[in-house]
């Protein structure tokens, strides 16, 4: 794809957000930010990585779009695990997969921005566990938003496991994995680092407990059960292992669904495991959390009333164009 072409993607990214009406705006403008030659790409993807929207009261939203975040995303376009509709001509499809990740960013950004009060301004003073379940938050609402941006309904009491997932759902969450720039910015980050520190753990850590959060939350989504909330806690004793690391090698773990507590036991060295091991280590207990917050949710009539409702509560303050809302689930008019 040129990179012309790409920047078309983020237009039409934000005519489709836009068309929900967040923030209560439905008009848009895309911006491109300076940037200062002198400083390096890894410094940039430190300091200069984060785009902007601004909520302006004439029913405008612009978006501003930093050189980094461009460059290191156009760098990491990928064919996703997903095929082209038929007579869906290959540059259309792939031009539409970016669209639709850059749908997802957007939405995360708006949640910071319109239900958590985290602006460009702030950010830097959330962090922390503070900043971890901030994004957990947004990174699932992002889900729900992006599967209601293509006019899905997103349902949220469906405890009938028989069922399987919504295929077109599951088309739309399969396309949207097609980029690998969050991956390419923390090989960049890396090259500024020295000695190993404890920091390296947690960053690790952090970063399968968002992959487990965001697997589980496009699970759930696909089966009709689509959470509110949803978070992944690590623990457990940490202690320096050879060449200096700092490894938690009887990681313990707990996993949050619309409030309920479910534990995980024996994960291990889990920050260490080889990324193939780690993946179908999630994709197992992405299956084993869906199963038992199911059984719950077909158990429990309060919960299922409270998943339905907080979610309900939760879209209505982020986006404003007419929303049915029934026991079936989330439904855009």
Same mark, same amino acid.
């Given at each position: 794809?040129? %990179? /012309? @072409?790409?920047?078309?993607?983020?237009?039409?990214?934000?005519?489709?957000?836009? #068309?929900?009406?967040?923030?209560?705006?439905?008009?848009? +403008?895309?911006?491109?930010? =300076?940037?200062?030659?002198?400083?390096?790409? =890894?410094?940039?993807?430190?300091?200069?990585?984060?785009?902007?929207?601004?909520?302006? /009261?004439? /029913?405008?939203?612009?978006?501003?779009?930093?050189?980094?975040?461009?460059?290191?995303?156009?760098?990491?376009?990928?064919? %996703?695990?997903?095929?082209?509709?038929?007579?869906?001509? *290959?540059?259309?499809?792939?031009?539409? !997969?970016?669209?639709?990740? $850059?749908?997802?960013?957007?939405?995360?950004?708006?949640?910071?921005?319109?239900?958590?009060?985290?602006?460009?301004?702030?950010?830097?003073? +959330?962090?922390?566990?503070?900043?971890?379940?901030?994004? &957990?938050?947004?990174?699932?609402?992002?889900?729900?938003?992006?599967?209601?941006?293509?006019?899905?309904?997103?349902?949220?009491?469906?405890?009938?496991?028989?069922? /399987?997932?919504?295929?077109?759902?599951?088309?739309?969450?399969?396309?949207?994995? !097609?980029?690998? +720039? &969050?991956?390419? *910015?923390?090989?960049? *980050?890396?090259?500024?680092?020295?000695?190993?520190?404890?920091?390296? $753990?947690?960053? *690790?850590?952090?970063?399968?407990?968002?992959?487990?959060?965001?697997?589980? #939350?496009?699970?759930? +989504?696909?089966?009709?059960?689509?959470? =509110?909330?949803?978070?992944?806690?690590?623990?457990?004793?940490?202690?320096?292992?050879?060449?200096?690391?700092?490894?938690?090698?009887? @990681?313990?773990? !707990?996993?949050?669904?619309?409030?309920?507590?479910? %534990?995980?036991?024996?994960?291990?060295? &889990?920050?260490?495991?080889?990324?193939?091991?780690?993946?179908?280590?999630?994709?197992?207990?992405?299956?084993?959390?869906?199963?038992?917050?199911?059984?719950?949710?077909?158990?429990?009539?309060?919960?299922?009333?409270?998943?339905?409702?907080?979610?309900? @509560?939760?879209?209505?303050?982020?986006?404003?164009?007419?929303?049915?809302?029934?026991?079936?689930?989330?439904?855009?008019?």
């Amino acid at each position: 794809m040129a %990179p /012309g @072409a790409y920047w078309n993607c983020f237009d039409q990214a934000l005519k489709r957000m836009t #068309s929900l009406r967040p923030g209560g705006q439905d008009h848009w +403008v895309l911006n491109s930010s =300076a940037h200062d030659s002198r400083v390096t790409s =890894a410094q940039a993807a430190e300091d200069d990585f984060y785009s902007s929207f601004e909520y302006r /009261g004439n /029913g405008v939203i612009a978006y501003t779009l930093t050189k980094a975040f461009f460059r290191y995303s156009y760098r990491g376009l990928v064919t %996703p695990p997903a095929a082209p509709r038929p007579k869906e001509r *290959r540059s259309k499809f792939l031009q539409e !997969c970016a669209a639709n990740y $850059l749908i997802k960013n957007f939405w995360h950004n708006h949640v910071h921005e319109q239900l958590q009060e985290i602006t460009s301004c702030n950010y830097h003073k +959330v962090r922390g566990e503070a900043r971890d379940l901030s994004d &957990f938050e947004a990174d699932n609402l992002a889900t729900v938003l992006l599967a209601l941006s293509y006019g899905h309904t997103v349902g949220t009491d469906n405890s009938d496991q028989t069922a /399987g997932a919504d295929a077109d759902i599951r088309e739309l969450f399969l396309r949207n994995r !097609c980029n690998k +720039v &969050f991956a390419l *910015r923390e090989k960049a *980050r890396r090259l500024t680092k020295k000695k190993p520190t404890i920091d390296d $753990l947690y960053d *690790r850590e952090w970063v399968i407990r968002r992959m487990l959060a965001n697997e589980l #939350s496009m699970y759930c +989504v696909e089966r009709g059960r689509a959470l =509110a909330s949803i978070s992944v806690y690590f623990y457990g004793d940490i202690c320096k292992a050879a060449g200096g690391r700092y490894e938690r090698p009887n @990681a313990q773990g !707990c996993v949050e669904m619309n409030s309920v507590r479910i %534990p995980l036991d024996n994960l291990g060295n &889990f920050a260490y495991l080889q990324r193939s091991r780690i993946k179908n280590a999630i994709k197992s207990y992405t299956t084993h959390l869906d199963n038992v917050y199911a059984e719950l949710l077909r158990s429990s009539t309060t919960l299922e009333t409270y998943a339905r409702k907080s979610l309900e @509560a939760k879209v209505r303050r982020l986006i404003h164009c007419s929303l049915a809302a029934s026991k079936a689930g989330l439904r855009i008019k």
